[in-house]
């Protein structure tokens, strides 16, 4: 049996000011005439409309969601953590390594039209 194609997510965000997304929904991709006249612009994860927020309603003790807002910004915090600790050290060794190559290859080159004389 063919295994269905799955369609890209397309999402509605609501968002602070600094980009941390606080809720989404999903909702249908706009057409390509709503797009051009709306001058809708999709990014790379799917969210084509977001709506900002201030977020000063997290701090009202009477708002019942705002557990939710902070369990939100604090997965965002601590995904931002976890990228810097443990992927960005790995990302700067693989720059080293590459660099290192770059130059072994430079070497061979200049060896090769040396010789190539």
């Known amino acids: ?65 705002r557990f939710r807002f902070h369990d939100i910004i604090s997965n965002r915090l601590n995904t931002r953590r976890a990228i810097r600790e443990i992927v960005m050290p790995e990302i700067i060794k693989i720059q080293v390594e590459i660099d290192a190559i770059h130059k072994q290859l430079y070497q061979i080159q200049s060896m090769i039209s040396g010789i190539g004389r």
């Not at 999903?26 to 057409?31: E, G, S």
């Not at 809708?40 to 900002?52: C, H, K, P, Q, R």
């Open 1 to 65: 049996m063919r295994r269905q194609k799955q369609k890209p997510m397309h999402y509605f965000t609501i968002c602070l000011y600094d980009g941390t997304v606080i809720g989404c929904h999903p909702a249908r991709k706009p057409t390509p005439k709503k797009i051009k006249q709306d001058n809708i612009s999709l990014d790379e994860d799917g969210a084509f409309s977001t709506w900002l927020d201030s977020g000063k309603d997290l701090s009202d003790v009477h708002n019942q969601n």
